[in-house]
């Protein structure tokens, strides 16, 4: 009775990671879409994501500090649904078009506490869950974040088409979103297992808030910096060079804010680990520590960047490609790509989880890499021959109450083909990566582990928006797609150089 209470609630929390995703993700790329904003642009706003890469910096404190009136992490828990819920309904009040910035700025708010999320949630998950439920617990938080996803992602999208769903606007969209999340954090409050109690930690509150903010101030100065020396410096170096080429002044510009961003990176990190060191944040220092003394730490932090980078590189414009690129509508993108491809990838990540109970992790880790590479090839194939290769079925008009086709509508063969394989593939990989990373935590720093992994892992899915946007434009979806495949090989190498540690974490006892 215990274990299926706490895969339940593992599925539960999925959901709640998973729907505000969407909403500054694919989602957002369609309103955009929809609102007539340019594709580099688009790709420029996948950087709202940045706080999922570094959230670890803030985790350290969700590690040292409890809310007060509710069990362990279930204080955050709460404290962060209901912000969201605050945050997606000021969203939904602000133009795209008319308040670029401001809309902007709080899909970037958004995606912070959506991050902030996470931390708490996925420590919560590795404390709850014994070594032996990973597996099927990281299978069925893929589950729960994929519905969400179907919510907030598939759904959306056919309640949008005005021709064959329900003809809503975005905003209405939104604000049931902050319906449904103001909800979770009532389940969350009220119904999740309890956590053994930990230890009380005594003696550096203080320094930790304080090397919170040395951190913080150190990462707006490298903003500030990079902001005023940035430009002039990418044009110094860059300038004539673009100049001489053949593209376009507007995409020669992306490629200069582009090497202003990468620069930008390069100059903060640095001086955020010493300002850490030097302020003495003494809970980050510990956590990352802990990490660091592990046998090939470095080298498994490198495999977490890369194995889902090529998947990610051909999903960052992927609703852009199937309504510009391809010419799909609203409501087939959404029924295709949205439900029924969302709903493949529960089964990839059950069908997964249950795979990696014969397989192993690493083993389960290569092979479902494999297919993830593979699966890219068929957004190449689509992006060649374009849409009615394998012809169309037609999909029947429904009234469910929620969500509607108002006439049947075609539904392209290839479209479906591709849809199966990429979400299937992707469902399992997502579930071995999840256990991979559960694994490589401590239990005395989940939260600060697990966010520095998950952040490493989440570089490729924000990282590459801006780049995917401009080589999009530059090369063309083809080579694009051609490009993202061969970014799978280096993960698929790294995994076999690191069998023997990999297969050492199933059997190590939990630290």
């Known amino acids: 009775?215990?274990?299926?209470?706490?895969?339940?609630?593992?599925?539960?929390?999925?959901?709640?990671?998973?729907?505000?995703?969407a909403l500054t993700g694919q989602a957002m790329q369609a309103w955009l879409t929809t609102a007539g904003v340019d594709i580099a642009t688009i790709g420029f706003l996948g950087l709202v994501g940045l706080p999922y890469t570094f959230k670890f910096l803030w985790a350290p404190l969700m590690d040292r500090f409890e809310l007060p009136g509710l069990p362990?992490?279930?204080?955050?828990?709460?404290l962060t649904q209901l912000l969201l819920a605050a945050l997606l309904?000021?969203?939904?009040?602000?133009?795209?078009?008319?308040?670029?910035?401001?809309?902007?700025?709080?899909a970037v708010a958004i995606a912070f506490v959506s991050a902030s999320q996470d931390v708490v949630i996925d420590a919560y998950r590795t404390e709850l869950l014994p070594a032996a439920e990973r597996g099927l617990g990281a299978s069925l938080n893929v589950a729960?974040?994929?519905v969400a996803m179907i919510v907030s992602g598939g759904l959306a999208l056919i309640w949008t088409d005005a021709g064959q769903g329900g003809g809503w606007s975005w905003p209405e969209v939104y604000r049931l979103m902050a319906a449904l999340m103001a909800a979770s954090a009532v389940v969350c409050a009220l119904l999740l297992p309890r956590l053994p109690p930990r230890p009380r930690q005594h003696g550096r509150g203080l320094r930790d808030l304080i090397g919170f903010a040395a951190v913080l101030a150190v990462v707006a100065l490298g903003v500030v910096l990079s902001d005023r020396f940035g430009p002039p410096l990418a044009h110094a170096l860059l300038g004539g060079w673009l100049a001489a080429s053949t593209l376009s002044p507007a995409?020669?510009?992306?490629?200069?804010?582009?090497?202003?961003?990468?620069?930008?990176?390069?100059?903060?990190?640095?001086?955020?680990?010493w300002a850490a060191r030097r302020a003495r944040f003494q809970t980050l220092l510990a956590g990352l520590g802990d990490y660091f003394s592990q046998p090939g730490a470095v080298?498994?932090?490198?495999?977490?960047?890369?194995?889902?980078?090529?998947?990610?590189?051909?999903?960052?414009?992927?609703?852009?490609?199937?309504?510009?690129?391809?010419g799909y509508g609203l409501a087939e993108v959404g029924v295709v790509n949205k439900l029924i491809g969302l709903w493949l990838t529960i089964a990839g990540?059950?069908?997964?989880?249950?795979?990696m109970l014969r397989l192993g992790l690493w083993r389960a880790l290569l092979a479902f890499g494999v297919l993830q590479m593979a699966s890219n090839l068929g957004f190449w194939w689509l992006a060649q021959g374009g849409r009615g290769q394998l012809?169309?079925?037609?999909?029947?008009?429904?009234?469910?109450?929620?969500?509607?086709?108002?006439?049947?509508?075609?539904?392209?063969?290839?479209l479906l083909l591709v849809v199966v394989l990429e979400n299937l593939s992707g469902g399992m990989g997502t579930a071995a990566f999840l256990a991979f990373l559960m694994s490589l935590c401590s239990q005395r720093f989940t939260a600060t582990q697990f966010a520095l992994l998950s952040a490493f892992a989440s570089i490729g899915r924000v990282w590459v928006g801006p780049l995917a946007g401009v080589l999009a434009q530059t090369i063309g979806w083809p080579i694009f797609f051609v490009l993202s495949t061969l970014l799978a090989l280096p993960a698929l190498l790294m995994l076999w150089a690191l069998r023997a540690p990999i297969r050492a974490l199933e059997a190590a006892p939990v630290r």
């Open 1 to 21: 009775m215990m274990r299926a209470w706490r895969l339940l609630a593992v599925a539960l929390l999925g959901f709640a990671s998973g729907l505000p995703l």
């Open 72 to 78: 362990r992490r279930r204080g955050w828990m709460v």
């Open 89 to 106: 309904l000021a969203l939904a009040a602000t133009s795209p078009t008319d308040a670029t910035r401001a809309f902007a700025l709080l």
């Open 144 to 146: 729960g974040y994929r």
């Open 251 to 273: 995409l020669q510009g992306r490629w200069l804010d582009l090497a202003v961003l990468l620069g930008g990176v390069a100059l903060t990190l640095p001086l955020a680990a």
């Open 299 to 326: 080298a498994m932090l490198l495999l977490i960047v890369l194995y889902k980078l090529g998947d990610a590189f051909a999903g960052a414009l992927l609703t852009p490609f199937l309504l510009k690129g391809v």
């Open 349 to 355: 990540a059950l069908l997964g989880g249950a795979l």
């Open 391 to 414: 012809g169309q079925m037609l999909l029947p008009a429904f009234d469910w109450g929620f969500v509607k086709l108002a006439a049947a509508t075609p539904v392209d063969g290839g």
